[in-house]
């Protein structure tokens, strides 16, 4: 049965994915049964609307396609080309030899060029294929030369397309593809220049969304710097009106934006150097020259301009120079103060545009680091176990910066170590150092907390000199590595723990961010703890740390549910420690803990892993015993009872021994509710009392009119 199941879905998901190839055969069967030549009526309309339709939807397919379109895509849509031609050309032209067959050939050229080469062969055996098809049947030739022509022209097509078109295909792609990248590379020195990107990135996504913004706010500073000098250019009558900026090195000027009527601008980097440009930039002042020489070469331009005024202006941002706006003019009028004035404004202008779009683009940063610390914030804020919150810290590291693995260590100040409470790396590295705890020592961690700052200097690691956790437990030697304090109101928690494999990965641009995360981290491992710590308090006893009396009232519940479910046993014990008023009395209060904590120790060691055990008041322990008969429980009340009698509790000033009495019931037949089996362990009880104590005695329905006497 089941390769049938297999066969029928491979035949549907085969039948899902080809139907365009099987619908191109029956088109082209239709077409080869003279349904070409019929009279144009209802089926040909269908069957034509159908072949178009489908080529259409293949063809828009393709151009979406993001990735390399599939083999399957371009054997169906050269299948479909070459059938719709074959029916256009016996529709129109009476057959497959007439005066537009060679449009075939263009056809297979076509899809040669721009599909993959097996599609190519394929779809040139479809097209041989189809017209022999045409002709020997649906024509009825019978001389095979005129065939065996056009299979070779076709083939001869399909060759050239290959080697030709689909090689000018190609480079012309890779031009186009230079050119944006070129484009793209020129757009990230201009944002590097104007300062619009940061030291470095955080994560991919955001990586990709600063070159996105960088891109668009480079584009809106060209438009406004050009319409700056265009407007200059066009009010004082300029030749050109052009802004050199200044590479980060300050060796190099490159034209950022200008305004010409000259066809022979010369747009390469080129040295700072002496002359009219050197001068400005050298004194930080305006500079004129008129009537310059006729030898005279300005960089920007690729040819001697007959310049007879020009006048530079350097661009200062507070004290540092970032560039020259330069003006020159054909005609012979030197440039008046007013004029000069005017370049000066069109300058503090372009460096106005400039600094606002580096202003938006920090906010834009900022608002973008503001929502991921606003997510996690209350990611945390939701978390209420330590486990959670290292997770949710550790998910929102991830859309701050980028690494390949984290950590998170607790500070046990009273005993002066650390414990590794999370670890997990790309390569599984640290994941087996959860749970290990190390003493204070001169590691990076130990320093952090100890000194309440991030280490190491600007995050990179030299493990050769430094080590993390201390010096017995290795650790990656990742380049990049920032360890955060986790502070609590000045105190340290611990530390969350950050490293990458590539260099730099916490610069300036991530560490703040991190800093911020790490104080929200320790606040919620803080709520944490207080949150187990008050759980721990409402369900356990102060003195045993058993359960207490509320918690073992809702496990017996529970288990008595459970047990009537599945038609279980279960049994519960009652014990009470002897005359323990009298060990009070006699020896006092601290030591009648001694021995509370003593029972409850006995009681932990004899139950087993399923069972629950709790102090439900006083000197009076239960006991609770998942899938235990009569028999049972009383052998394990025969052992509490045996080892209690046998332990001696010693203090510094007397030692003393006690007993125990236990009372057993058994579900279902003393009772089939939690008060029920209690009441009826505690009438138990009341008999070991009642006989002597130090005994166990287990449950009978003829107890009831003993008990019934108390």
Same mark, same amino acid.
């Given at each position: 049965?089941?390769?049938?199941v297999?066969?029928?879905?491979?035949?549907? !998901?085969?039948? @899902?994915r =080809?139907?365009? *190839?099987?619908?191109?055969? $029956? +088109?082209?069967?239709?077409?080869? /049964?003279d349904? &070409?030549?019929?009279?144009?009526?209802?089926l040909p309309?269908?069957?034509?609307?159908a072949?178009t339709?489908?080529l259409?939807?293949r063809?828009?397919?393709?151009i979406?396609?993001?990735?390399d379109?599939?083999?399957?895509?371009d054997?169906?849509?050269g299948?479909?080309?070459?059938?719709?031609?074959?029916?256009?050309?016996?529709?129109?032209?009476?057959? !497959?030899s007439? @005066?537009? =067959?060679?449009? *075939?050939?263009?056809?297979i $050229? +076509?899809?040669?060029?721009f599909? /993959?080469?097996s &599609?190519?062969?394929?779809?040139a055996?479809w097209?041989?294929?189809?017209e022999?098809?045409l002709?020997?049947?649906?024509?009825?030739?019978?001389?095979?030369d005129v065939f065996?022509?056009?299979?070779?022209?076709v083939a001869?097509?399909?060759l050239?397309g290959?080697?030709?078109?689909r090689?000018?295909?190609?480079?012309?792609?890779?031009?186009?593809?230079?050119?944006?990248e070129?484009?793209?590379v020129?757009?990230?020195?201009?944002?590097r220049?104007y300062r619009?990107?940061?030291?470095g990135?955080a994560?991919?996504r955001?990586?990709v969304?600063?070159?996105r913004?960088?891109?668009?706010?480079?584009?809106e500073i060209?438009?406004?710097?050009?319409?700056?000098?265009?407007?200059?250019?066009r009010s004082?009558?300029?030749?050109?009106?052009?802004?050199?900026?200044?590479?980060?090195?300050?060796?190099?000027l490159?034209i950022?934006?200008?305004?010409?009527?000259?066809?022979?601008?010369?747009d390469?980097?080129?040295a700072?150097?002496?002359?009219?440009l050197?001068?400005?930039?050298?004194?930080r002042?305006p500079?004129?020259?008129?009537?310059?020489?006729?030898?005279y070469k300005?960089?920007?331009?690729?040819?001697?301009c007959?310049?007879?005024?020009l006048?530079?202006?350097?661009?200062?941002?507070?004290e540092?120079?970032?560039?020259?706006l330069?003006?020159?003019r054909?005609?012979?009028?030197?440039?008046?103060?007013?004029?000069?004035e005017?370049?000066v404004?069109?300058a503090?202008?372009?460096?106005?545009?400039?600094?606002?779009?580096?202003?938006f683009?920090?906010?834009?940063?900022a608002?973008?680091?503001?929502?991921?610390?606003?997510r996690?914030?209350?990611?945390?804020?939701?978390?209420?176990s330590?486990?959670?919150?290292?997770?949710?810290?550790?998910?929102?590291?991830?859309?701050?910066?980028?690494?390949?693995?984290a950590?998170?260590t607790i500070?046990?100040?009273?005993?002066?170590?650390?414990?590794?409470?999370?670890?997990?790396?790309?390569?599984?590295d640290?994941?087996?150092?959860?749970?290990?705890?190390?003493a204070h020592?001169?590691?990076?961690?130990s320093?952090?907390?100890?000194?309440?700052?991030?280490?190491?200097w600007?995050?990179d690691?030299?493990?050769?000199?430094?080590?993390?956790?201390?010096?017995?437990?290795?650790?990656?030697?990742?380049?990049?590595?920032?360890?955060?304090?986790l502070l609590m109101?000045?105190?340290?928690?611990?530390?969350?723990?950050?490293?990458?494999k590539?260099r730099?990965?916490?610069?300036?641009?991530?560490?703040?961010t991190?800093?911020?995360?790490?104080?929200?981290?320790?606040?919620?491992?803080s709520?944490a703890?207080m949150?187990?710590?008050?759980?721990?308090?409402a369900?356990t006893?102060?003195l045993?740390g058993?359960?207490?009396?509320?918690?073992?009232v809702?496990?017996g519940?529970q288990k008595?549910?459970?047990?009537?479910r599945?038609?279980?046993?279960?049994?519960?014990?009652?014990v009470?420690?002897?005359?323990?008023?009298?060990?009070n009395?006699?020896?006092?209060?601290?030591?009648?803990?001694?021995?509370?904590?003593?029972?409850g120790d006995?009681l932990?060691?004899?139950?087993?892993t399923?069972?629950?055990?709790?102090?439900f008041?006083?000197?009076?322990?239960?006991?609770?015993?998942?899938?235990?008969d009569?028999k049972?429980?009383?052998?394990?009340?025969?052992?509490i009872?045996?080892?209690?009698g046998?332990?001696?509790?010693r203090?510094?000033?007397?030692?003393?021994?006690v007993?125990?009495s236990i009372?057993?019931?058994?579900f279902?037949?003393?009772?089939?509710s939690?008060?029920?089996?209690?009441?009826?362990?505690?009438d138990?009880?009341?008999?070991?009392?009642?006989?002597?104590?130090?005994?166990?005695?287990?449950?009978?329905a003829?107890r009831?009119?003993?008990?019934?006497?108390?």
């Open positions: 049965m089941e390769p049938l297999r066969m029928s879905l491979a035949v549907r !998901v085969l039948l @899902r =080809s139907h365009g *190839l099987i619908a191109a055969c $029956a +088109l082209a069967a239709y077409v080869v /049964r349904g &070409a030549r019929d009279e144009f009526g209802l309309a269908v069957a034509v609307g072949l339709l489908l259409a939807t063809i828009r397919r393709k979406l396609e993001k990735k379109s599939p083999l399957l895509l054997v169906e849509i299948a479909l080309l070459v059938v719709w031609t074959d029916w256009a050309l016996v529709r129109f032209d009476g057959g !497959v007439g @005066r537009f =067959s060679p449009a *075939l050939y263009l056809v $050229a +076509l899809v040669s060029a599909a /993959r080469p &599609a190519s062969i394929l779809v055996l097209a041989i294929g189809l022999g098809a002709r020997f049947l649906a024509f009825g030739e019978r001389d095979g065996a022509t056009h299979a070779g022209f001869a097509f399909a050239l290959f080697a030709l078109l090689a000018e295909v190609a480079r012309a792609k890779n031009a186009a593809r230079a050119r944006i070129a484009q793209l020129r757009i990230k020195e201009d944002a220049s619009l990107l940061g030291a990135e994560t991919l955001d990586e969304r600063s070159d913004l960088a891109r668009a706010s480079v584009e060209h438009q406004s710097v050009h319409y700056a000098l265009d407007l200059l250019r004082l009558d300029l030749h050109t009106a052009v802004l050199l900026w200044l590479n980060g090195a300050g060796t190099h490159r950022s934006e200008l305004s010409t009527r000259s066809e022979c601008i010369h390469v980097p080129f700072v150097g002496d002359g009219v050197g001068a400005a930039l050298a004194q002042a500079v004129s020259l008129h009537r310059p020489k006729a030898s300005l960089p920007y331009y690729s040819a001697p007959p310049v007879r005024a006048s530079a202006i350097p661009v200062l941002e507070g540092t120079l970032r560039g020259v330069v003006i020159d054909l005609t012979d009028a030197a440039f008046s103060p007013e004029e000069e005017m370049a404004q069109a503090r202008f372009c460096l106005r545009a400039i600094q606002n779009e580096r202003v683009l920090q906010l834009e940063r608002k973008v680091d503001q929502g991921k610390l606003y996690a914030a209350q990611a945390l804020g939701a978390a209420l330590e486990k959670d919150v290292v997770d949710v810290a550790v998910k929102a590291a991830r859309e701050i910066a980028s690494f390949d693995l950590a998170v500070y046990d100040e009273a005993a002066r170590a650390h414990d590794v409470v999370a670890a997990k790396s790309a390569d599984g640290i994941d087996d150092l959860v749970g290990v705890r190390f020592n001169a590691g990076l961690v320093m952090v907390v100890q000194n309440r700052c991030p280490l190491p600007r995050g690691y030299e493990s050769a000199r430094q080590f993390v956790l201390s010096k017995r437990l290795p650790w990656p030697a990742h380049p990049s590595l920032l360890v955060l304090p109101h000045d105190r340290a928690l611990g530390t969350l723990i950050l490293g990458a590539r730099h990965a916490f610069g300036d641009a991530v560490r703040p991190l800093e911020v995360l790490a104080s929200h981290l320790a606040v919620s491992l709520n703890r949150v187990h710590k008050l759980e721990t308090m369900t006893d102060g045993t058993l359960l207490n009396k509320r918690s073992i809702e496990a519940a008595i549910a459970a047990a009537a599945f038609d279980r046993k279960l049994a519960v014990l009652v009470d420690i002897d005359l323990f008023k009298k060990v009395d006699t020896h006092g209060h601290d030591v009648g803990d001694l021995v509370i904590r003593g029972l006995i932990t060691r004899q139950k087993r399923t069972d629950v055990v709790a102090r008041g006083g000197e009076e322990f239960v006991v609770l015993c998942e899938q235990t009569e049972g429980a009383v052998l394990l009340a025969e052992r009872r045996e080892e209690l046998k332990t001696v509790f203090t510094s000033s007397t030692a003393l021994s007993s125990c009372g057993v019931s058994t279902p037949e003393a009772g089939a939690w008060d029920a089996l209690f009441k009826a362990a505690d138990a009880l009341y008999v070991s009392k009642r006989s002597g104590r130090n005994r166990c005695t287990a449950w009978r003829q009831k009119t003993a008990a019934a006497a108390r």
